[in-house]
Protein backbone atom coordinates (compact mmCIF):
# COMPACT_ATOMS: atom_id res chain seq x y z
CA UNK A 1 0.00 0.00 0.00
CA UNK A 2 1.59 3.40 -1.12
CA UNK A 3 1.19 6.14 2.18
CA UNK A 4 0.19 9.29 1.30
CA UNK A 5 3.03 11.41 2.30
CA UNK A 6 2.71 14.89 4.13
CA UNK A 7 4.93 17.68 4.87
CA UNK A 8 3.78 19.70 8.27
CA UNK A 9 6.44 22.94 8.14
CA UNK A 10 6.58 24.28 12.33
CA UNK A 11 6.30 21.17 13.14
CA UNK A 12 8.22 21.84 16.79
CA UNK A 13 4.91 24.09 17.83
CA UNK A 14 1.87 22.74 19.63
CA UNK A 15 0.03 22.76 15.93
CA UNK A 16 2.72 20.96 14.40
CA UNK A 17 3.10 17.73 17.13
CA UNK A 18 -1.48 17.35 17.10
CA UNK A 19 -1.71 17.57 13.14
CA UNK A 20 1.24 15.04 13.26
CA UNK A 21 -0.70 12.47 15.62
CA UNK A 22 -3.92 13.35 13.39
CA UNK A 23 -1.79 12.42 10.00
CA UNK A 24 0.06 8.96 11.34
CA UNK A 25 -3.63 7.61 12.94
CA UNK A 26 -4.70 7.83 9.21
CA UNK A 27 -1.78 6.14 7.85
CA UNK A 28 0.59 8.91 6.27
CA UNK A 29 3.71 8.98 6.34
CA UNK A 30 4.66 12.31 8.22
CA UNK A 31 8.07 14.69 7.20
CA UNK A 32 8.44 17.46 9.36
CA UNK A 33 11.00 20.74 9.13
CA UNK A 34 12.82 21.97 12.39
CA UNK A 35 14.42 24.98 12.30
CA UNK A 36 18.11 25.35 13.63
CA UNK A 37 17.92 21.98 14.81
CA UNK A 38 21.68 21.58 15.89
CA UNK A 39 22.69 18.65 17.16
CA UNK A 40 20.99 15.45 16.25
CA UNK A 41 19.51 14.50 19.63
CA UNK A 42 17.64 18.03 20.04
CA UNK A 43 14.01 17.13 19.79
CA UNK A 44 11.52 19.88 21.10
CA UNK A 45 8.61 19.22 23.59
CA UNK A 46 6.15 19.10 21.62
CA UNK A 47 7.81 16.28 18.62
CA UNK A 48 8.25 14.07 21.19
CA UNK A 49 4.28 13.33 21.45
CA UNK A 50 4.00 12.92 17.99
CA UNK A 51 6.88 10.18 17.70
CA UNK A 52 5.80 8.52 20.28
CA UNK A 53 2.11 8.32 18.20
CA UNK A 54 4.60 7.35 15.14
CA UNK A 55 6.01 4.29 17.31
CA UNK A 56 2.46 3.42 18.42
CA UNK A 57 1.05 3.50 14.85
CA UNK A 58 4.03 1.60 13.16
CA UNK A 59 4.11 4.51 10.73
CA UNK A 60 7.01 7.09 9.54
CA UNK A 61 7.77 10.44 11.19
CA UNK A 62 10.84 11.40 9.65
CA UNK A 63 12.26 15.38 10.67
CA UNK A 64 14.38 17.43 8.51
CA UNK A 65 16.39 20.21 9.52
CA UNK A 66 16.37 23.22 7.89
CA UNK A 67 14.41 26.61 6.94
CA UNK A 68 11.77 27.61 5.28
CA UNK A 69 13.67 30.50 4.35
CA UNK A 70 16.04 28.90 2.06
CA UNK A 71 14.79 27.88 -0.89
CA UNK A 72 17.64 26.09 -1.71
CA UNK A 73 16.78 23.57 0.86
CA UNK A 74 13.09 23.55 -0.42
CA UNK A 75 13.50 22.75 -3.59
CA UNK A 76 16.13 19.90 -2.62
CA UNK A 77 13.44 18.70 -0.33
CA UNK A 78 10.50 18.85 -2.49
CA UNK A 79 12.67 17.14 -5.75
CA UNK A 80 13.25 14.04 -3.33
CA UNK A 81 9.81 13.55 -1.75
CA UNK A 82 7.32 15.12 -3.90
CA UNK A 83 4.86 15.25 -0.88
CA UNK A 84 0.89 14.95 -1.78
CA UNK A 85 0.00 17.17 0.90
CA UNK A 86 1.26 19.83 2.92
CA UNK A 87 0.74 21.84 6.17
CA UNK A 88 2.36 25.36 6.41
CA UNK A 89 2.34 26.11 10.08
CA UNK A 90 5.29 27.31 10.31
CA UNK A 91 5.58 31.34 11.64
CA UNK A 92 6.89 34.06 13.80
CA UNK A 93 4.09 33.82 16.31
CA UNK A 94 3.89 36.43 18.57
CA UNK A 95 2.31 39.76 18.20
CA UNK A 96 4.33 41.69 20.24
CA UNK A 97 7.26 40.76 18.86
CA UNK A 98 6.26 41.63 15.38
CA UNK A 99 6.67 45.29 16.39
CA UNK A 100 9.83 44.59 16.98
CA UNK A 101 11.35 42.20 14.47
CA UNK A 102 9.51 43.27 11.70
CA UNK A 103 11.43 42.61 8.64
CA UNK A 104 12.11 38.94 9.85
CA UNK A 105 8.36 38.50 10.81
CA UNK A 106 7.61 39.51 7.26
CA UNK A 107 10.33 37.50 6.09
CA UNK A 108 9.32 34.27 7.46
CA UNK A 109 5.29 34.73 7.65
CA UNK A 110 4.66 36.48 4.21
CA UNK A 111 7.44 35.56 2.15
CA UNK A 112 8.28 31.66 3.84
CA UNK A 113 4.63 31.45 2.46
CA UNK A 114 5.49 32.46 -1.21
CA UNK A 115 9.21 30.58 -1.08
CA UNK A 116 6.95 27.19 0.00
CA UNK A 117 4.06 28.18 -3.10
CA UNK A 118 6.65 29.05 -5.35
CA UNK A 119 8.19 25.52 -4.74
CA UNK A 120 5.42 23.75 -5.69
CA UNK A 121 4.71 25.48 -8.77
CA UNK A 122 8.77 25.62 -10.05
CA UNK A 123 8.58 21.46 -9.83
CA UNK A 124 4.89 21.53 -11.28
CA UNK A 125 3.59 19.76 -8.58
CA UNK A 126 0.64 22.26 -8.85
CA UNK A 127 -2.03 19.10 -9.55
CA UNK A 128 -0.55 16.82 -7.20
CA UNK A 129 0.18 18.80 -3.83
CA UNK A 130 -2.20 20.08 -1.71
CA UNK A 131 -1.20 22.73 0.22
CA UNK A 132 -2.71 23.93 3.78
CA UNK A 133 -1.74 27.80 4.72
CA UNK A 134 -2.30 28.43 8.52
CA UNK A 135 -3.98 31.96 8.67
CA UNK A 136 -4.84 34.10 11.71
CA UNK A 137 -8.37 35.86 13.58
CA UNK A 138 -5.10 38.68 14.11
CA UNK A 139 -5.94 39.36 10.50
CA UNK A 140 -9.25 41.19 11.06
CA UNK A 141 -8.01 43.52 13.35
CA UNK A 142 -10.12 46.43 14.66
CA UNK A 143 -13.44 44.62 13.27
CA UNK A 144 -16.57 46.67 13.66
CA UNK A 145 -18.96 43.75 13.12
CA UNK A 146 -19.68 41.61 16.25
CA UNK A 147 -18.38 38.33 14.90
CA UNK A 148 -15.58 37.68 11.96
CA UNK A 149 -16.12 34.99 9.45
CA UNK A 150 -14.89 34.39 6.00
CA UNK A 151 -16.34 37.38 4.50
CA UNK A 152 -14.82 39.70 6.96
CA UNK A 153 -12.50 41.90 4.88
CA UNK A 154 -8.82 41.91 6.80
CA UNK A 155 -7.71 45.17 8.61
CA UNK A 156 -4.67 44.00 10.39
CA UNK A 157 -3.04 46.40 12.70
CA UNK A 158 0.52 44.50 13.50
CA UNK A 159 3.13 43.81 11.41
CA UNK A 160 2.14 39.86 12.54
CA UNK A 161 -0.87 40.24 11.05
CA UNK A 162 0.03 42.41 7.89
CA UNK A 163 2.35 39.22 7.14
CA UNK A 164 -0.37 36.84 7.66
CA UNK A 165 -3.00 38.90 5.52
CA UNK A 166 -0.08 38.49 2.64
CA UNK A 167 0.57 34.90 2.92
CA UNK A 168 -3.76 34.20 2.96
CA UNK A 169 -3.57 36.69 -0.02
CA UNK A 170 -0.96 34.69 -1.98
CA UNK A 171 -2.45 31.54 -0.79
CA UNK A 172 -5.91 32.87 -2.58
CA UNK A 173 -3.92 33.66 -5.59
CA UNK A 174 -2.24 30.55 -6.47
CA UNK A 175 -5.75 28.85 -6.26
CA UNK A 176 -7.28 31.01 -8.56
CA UNK A 177 -4.35 32.03 -10.78
CA UNK A 178 -2.95 28.36 -11.04
CA UNK A 179 -5.08 25.77 -10.07
CA UNK A 180 -3.20 24.59 -6.87
CA UNK A 181 -5.46 22.95 -4.13
CA UNK A 182 -4.81 25.97 -1.46
CA UNK A 183 -6.82 26.09 1.89
CA UNK A 184 -6.58 28.99 3.82
CA UNK A 185 -7.32 28.34 7.87
CA UNK A 186 -8.39 31.31 9.28
CA UNK A 187 -7.95 30.00 12.83
CA UNK A 188 -8.97 31.90 16.04
CA UNK A 189 -6.68 31.80 19.12
CA UNK A 190 -6.11 27.90 20.46
CA UNK A 191 -4.36 26.86 23.19
CA UNK A 192 -3.52 23.48 24.70
CA UNK A 193 -0.30 22.46 27.13
CA UNK A 194 1.50 21.95 24.02
CA UNK A 195 1.49 25.70 24.10
CA UNK A 196 4.94 28.16 24.46
CA UNK A 197 5.38 29.83 27.77
CA UNK A 198 6.16 32.83 25.51
CA UNK A 199 2.02 32.92 24.56
CA UNK A 200 -0.33 34.58 27.87
CA UNK A 201 -2.66 31.69 28.40
CA UNK A 202 0.16 29.47 28.77
CA UNK A 203 2.06 32.02 31.00
CA UNK A 204 -1.24 32.21 33.06
CA UNK A 205 -1.79 28.96 33.67
CA UNK A 206 2.30 28.12 34.49
CA UNK A 207 2.50 31.05 36.59
CA UNK A 208 -1.11 29.71 38.27
CA UNK A 209 1.09 26.19 39.10
CA UNK A 210 3.59 27.68 40.73
CA UNK A 211 1.94 29.88 43.00
CA UNK A 212 -0.58 26.91 43.50
CA UNK A 213 2.61 25.32 44.83
CA UNK A 214 4.19 27.97 46.92
CA UNK A 215 7.09 28.66 44.12
CA UNK A 216 5.46 31.98 42.93
CA UNK A 217 3.44 34.65 44.66
CA UNK A 218 2.32 37.10 41.62
CA UNK A 219 2.12 37.32 38.20
CA UNK A 220 2.58 40.36 35.98
CA UNK A 221 0.17 40.97 32.69
CA UNK A 222 -0.38 43.10 30.34
CA UNK A 223 -4.16 44.61 29.07
CA UNK A 224 -5.97 42.10 31.05
CA UNK A 225 -9.50 43.61 29.02
CA UNK A 226 -8.59 42.40 25.62
CA UNK A 227 -10.84 39.42 24.29
CA UNK A 228 -10.62 36.54 22.05
CA UNK A 229 -12.15 33.78 21.15
CA UNK A 230 -10.15 30.42 22.71
CA UNK A 231 -10.50 26.50 21.57
CA UNK A 232 -8.49 24.22 21.59
CA UNK A 233 -5.66 23.11 19.98
CA UNK A 234 -6.40 19.58 18.78
CA UNK A 235 -10.03 20.65 17.88
CA UNK A 236 -8.64 22.70 15.27
CA UNK A 237 -6.52 20.81 13.85
CA UNK A 238 -8.98 18.10 13.07
CA UNK A 239 -10.74 20.97 11.35
CA UNK A 240 -7.94 21.63 9.33
CA UNK A 241 -7.57 18.09 8.15
CA UNK A 242 -10.62 18.04 7.51
CA UNK A 243 -10.08 21.61 4.98
CA UNK A 244 -7.34 19.02 3.56
CA UNK A 245 -9.84 16.08 2.80
CA UNK A 246 -12.39 18.53 0.79
CA UNK A 247 -13.17 17.94 -3.11
CA UNK A 248 -12.56 21.53 -3.90
CA UNK A 249 -10.50 24.36 -2.32
CA UNK A 250 -12.44 26.70 0.34
CA UNK A 251 -10.90 29.22 2.89
CA UNK A 252 -12.65 28.42 6.13
CA UNK A 253 -12.95 29.88 9.80
CA UNK A 254 -12.33 27.75 12.89
CA UNK A 255 -13.84 29.09 16.40
CA UNK A 256 -15.70 28.56 19.62
CA UNK A 257 -18.12 31.51 18.94
CA UNK A 258 -17.37 32.84 22.16
CA UNK A 259 -15.05 35.48 23.54
CA UNK A 260 -13.46 36.28 27.17
CA UNK A 261 -11.16 38.55 28.39
CA UNK A 262 -7.55 37.51 29.63
CA UNK A 263 -9.44 38.43 32.96
CA UNK A 264 -11.82 35.72 32.52
CA UNK A 265 -8.83 33.40 31.95
CA UNK A 266 -6.76 34.45 34.71
CA UNK A 267 -10.25 34.34 37.15
CA UNK A 268 -10.80 30.45 35.79
CA UNK A 269 -7.60 29.29 35.86
CA UNK A 270 -6.94 30.35 39.55
CA UNK A 271 -10.61 29.20 40.46
CA UNK A 272 -9.47 25.55 39.47
CA UNK A 273 -6.57 25.64 41.83
CA UNK A 274 -9.27 26.98 44.50
CA UNK A 275 -7.92 30.81 44.59
CA UNK A 276 -10.88 33.24 44.75
CA UNK A 277 -10.06 36.40 43.60
CA UNK A 278 -10.91 40.01 43.91
CA UNK A 279 -10.27 43.22 41.74
CA UNK A 280 -9.48 46.85 42.78
CA UNK A 281 -8.03 49.83 41.04
CA UNK A 282 -8.00 50.39 37.55
CA UNK A 283 -5.82 50.15 34.30
CA UNK A 284 -2.58 49.52 34.96
CA UNK A 285 -3.03 50.06 38.78
CA UNK A 286 -5.17 47.04 38.89
CA UNK A 287 -4.61 44.51 41.25
CA UNK A 288 -5.88 40.66 41.54
CA UNK A 289 -6.09 39.75 44.99
CA UNK A 290 -6.78 36.58 46.82
CA UNK A 291 -9.61 36.68 48.49
CA UNK A 292 -8.85 34.34 51.33
CA UNK A 293 -5.10 35.34 52.50
CA UNK A 294 -5.56 39.37 50.95
CA UNK A 295 -1.63 38.65 48.99
CA UNK A 296 -2.01 40.32 45.78
CA UNK A 297 -1.88 37.45 42.82
CA UNK A 298 -2.05 39.79 39.87
CA UNK A 299 -0.32 43.37 38.99
CA UNK A 300 -0.73 45.04 35.76
CA UNK A 301 2.78 45.74 33.94
CA UNK A 302 2.06 48.48 31.25
CA UNK A 303 5.06 47.74 29.43
CA UNK A 304 3.37 44.59 28.24
CA UNK A 305 1.21 46.21 26.27
CA UNK A 306 1.04 46.05 22.87
CA UNK A 307 1.94 49.17 20.60
CA UNK A 308 -1.42 48.56 18.75
CA UNK A 309 -3.92 45.93 20.58
CA UNK A 310 -6.60 44.18 18.81
CA UNK A 311 -9.76 44.46 21.69
CA UNK A 312 -11.88 42.04 20.60
CA UNK A 313 -12.08 39.20 18.42
CA UNK A 314 -15.28 36.59 18.04
CA UNK A 315 -15.33 34.15 15.33
CA UNK A 316 -17.82 32.48 13.16
CA UNK A 317 -17.60 28.54 11.83
CA UNK A 318 -20.97 28.19 11.05
CA UNK A 319 -18.83 27.38 7.26
CA UNK A 320 -17.15 24.71 9.11
CA UNK A 321 -19.47 23.51 10.57
CA UNK A 322 -22.15 22.83 7.97
CA UNK A 323 -19.51 22.04 5.39
CA UNK A 324 -17.18 20.09 7.23
CA UNK A 325 -19.15 18.93 10.16
CA UNK A 326 -16.80 20.40 12.68
CA UNK A 327 -17.78 21.42 16.12
CA UNK A 328 -15.20 22.39 18.69
CA UNK A 329 -15.34 19.88 21.36
CA UNK A 330 -13.36 21.06 24.55
CA UNK A 331 -15.09 24.04 26.64
CA UNK A 332 -13.41 27.19 27.88
CA UNK A 333 -13.44 25.78 31.12
CA UNK A 334 -12.29 21.82 30.49
CA UNK A 335 -9.66 23.79 28.57
CA UNK A 336 -8.25 26.04 31.35
CA UNK A 337 -8.54 22.94 33.97
CA UNK A 338 -6.30 20.89 31.43
CA UNK A 339 -3.49 23.76 30.96
CA UNK A 340 -3.17 24.27 34.58
CA UNK A 341 -3.07 20.31 35.64
CA UNK A 342 -0.67 20.00 32.71
CA UNK A 343 1.48 22.62 34.46
CA UNK A 344 1.52 21.51 38.10
CA UNK A 345 2.37 17.95 36.41
CA UNK A 346 5.21 19.23 34.50
CA UNK A 347 6.64 21.37 37.81
CA UNK A 348 6.18 18.12 39.82
CA UNK A 349 8.25 16.21 37.08
CA UNK A 350 11.07 18.64 36.82
CA UNK A 351 11.31 18.77 40.65
CA UNK A 352 11.38 15.06 40.79
CA UNK A 353 13.95 14.64 38.02
CA UNK A 354 16.10 17.41 39.46
CA UNK A 355 16.66 16.09 42.71
CA UNK A 356 17.22 12.61 41.22
CA UNK A 357 19.74 13.77 39.23
CA UNK A 358 21.32 15.93 42.16
CA UNK A 359 21.42 12.98 44.66
CA UNK A 360 24.41 13.82 47.31
Known amino acids: ?40 DYIPVAVSHALATAEKYSNKLILHSGDIMDPYFLLSLFREHSYDEVYHLAAQSHVGTSFKLQLYTCDVNALGTLRLIQTILTLGLEKKTKFYNACSSETFGQTVKDYQDESTPLCPVSPYAAAKAFSYWIT ?39 IHLGLKSCIMLGNLNARRDWGHALDYMRGVYSMMKQDAPEDYVLA ?19 IQLNWSGSEVEEIGVDACTGQVRVRVDPDLYRPAEVSYLRGSAEK ?28 HEKSTRFWTENKL
Open 1 to 40: MNRRKALVTGVGGQDGSYLCEILLQNGYTVHGILRNRTTS
Open 172 to 210: SSARITHGLFAVNGILFNHESPRRGLGFVTRKITFAVAQ
Open 256 to 274: TGETRSVRDFVVTAFQIVG
Open 320 to 347: AATRLGWQPEVSFKDLVKEMVEADIALI
